[in-house]
């Protein structure tokens, strides 16, 4: 069955940086869209960022534009998303997710995406 397991959040001051991954199994990477979610207490889950199969499409949340990178490694079955510049409210469960295609309603709609991650919680104090 597909999992996802991402790792790699923390707590770090504004300005700083984290890098998340995902690693992906159960299922043949190479074949599905991945996105990179957060959601804050509170508030509904947002997509942040995704990718197509083999990375020609990208797109990002207007919020995370020119500060976040996605990034995927279909040899290593793994899903990254490098984040710079953090701000405060970057704050958030972070959640990897997996999509078919099938049902598809846009790279940043959750409603695409039919497998996530238990999620990585990403702290950015002022």
């Known amino acids: 069955q597909v999992q996802l397991v991402e790792s790699g959040g923390g707590s770090v001051q504004a300005g700083g940086s984290l890098r998340l991954s995902c690693a992906a199994s159960?299922?043949?990477?190479?074949?599905?869209?991945m996105g990179w979610f957060r959601q804050a207490p509170g508030k509904e889950r947002e997509g942040v960022a995704a990718?197509?199969?083999?990375?020609?499409?990208?797109i990002y949340a207007d919020s995370v534009k020119g500060r976040f990178t996605i990034s995927r490694d279909n040899a290593k079955n793994t899903l990254n998303l490098q984040m710079n510049s953090l701000k405060p409210e970057d704050t958030a469960m972070y959640y990897c997710a997996a999509a078919t295609g099938r049902g598809w309603l846009g790279y940043l709609r959750a409603r695409s995406y039919g497998y996530w991650g238990q999620g990585t919680q990403v702290t950015v104090s002022s």
């Open positions: 159960g299922y043949t990477f190479s074949s599905y869209y």
């Open positions: 990718i197509d199969t083999d990375g020609s499409i990208i």
